[in-house]
């Protein structure tokens, strides 16, 4: 069985161009594949804690109080979910050039020394290899070529953050220019669409 955590982090709602495509990815891979299974954990209406002093000391040693045993508790879930996920399915949108920071606070718990990578004499390394991610990136303007390119700090922060703790393989899907009309959102909308198919095929083949 193939086990997929899929993460919306979108303020949007409904209203949320990557809330919409995660939904239609869902569906789509329910239908067509009847024994996976999906983990949903929408990080906006159910919110991790944003990261500060008692959660990085109960993260780096044995929890000293409540708060620190509560962020310890927290990071272990998490940690858990992406440890037993052979797929992530990401939805992030653009906001001022990055990520929300409700998909930051989900990687500060999971980023975790010993658990999610460690030190070694050559550098750090990965420790959740083994599996994919599929990053669904949505954003109101153009920034994926062209002087605007270089204020994204969205996908690099992403490819970074994941690759950090061993999940290199990475499959990104853009749908941008969202805010310059109609016409725009849906031609990017329906192509991100297929292409998130797309990706998650050639995923779940190289689980084979």
Do not use: C
């Not at 009847?34 to 040693?61: K, M, S, W, Y």
């Not at 508790?73 to 940690?79: E, G, Q, R, V």
């Not at 969202?178 to 031609?187: N, T, V």
């Amino acid at each position: 069985m193939t086990n997929v955590l899929a993460l919306r982090s979108s303020i949007l709602g409904d209203a949320s161009a990557s809330n919409q495509l995660i939904n239609e990815t869902i569906a789509s891979l329910r239908a067509q594949e009847p024994t996976i299974r999906i983990i949903e954990r929408d990080l906006v209406t159910n919110p991790i804690p944003h990261f500060d002093g008692d959660a990085a000391n109960g993260l780096r040693q044995d929890p000293l109080n409540t708060e620190q045993r509560k962020a310890r508790a927290l990071s272990d879930a998490l940690i858990q979910e992406v440890q037993a996920a052979d797929i992530l399915l990401i939805g992030a949108p653009m906001y001022n050039f990055g990520i929300p920071s409700a998909l930051k606070s989900w990687f500060d718990y999971v980023l975790r020394a010993g658990v999610t990578f460690r030190y070694s004499e050559t550098g750090p390394e990965g420790l959740l290899t083994g599996k994919s991610a599929v990053v669904v990136l949505t954003r109101g303007g153009s920034y994926s070529d062209g002087p605007a390119s270089a204020m994204d700090a969205q996908a690099p922060h992403l490819r970074a953050l994941l690759g950090f703790v061993g999940i290199t393989d990475q499959k990104f899907v853009l749908a941008e220019k969202l805010a310059l009309g109609p016409e725009e959102r849906k031609a990017s909308m329906g192509l991100a669409k297929d292409k998130i198919i797309d990706a998650f095929q050639i995923a779940l083949a190289e689980l084979v």
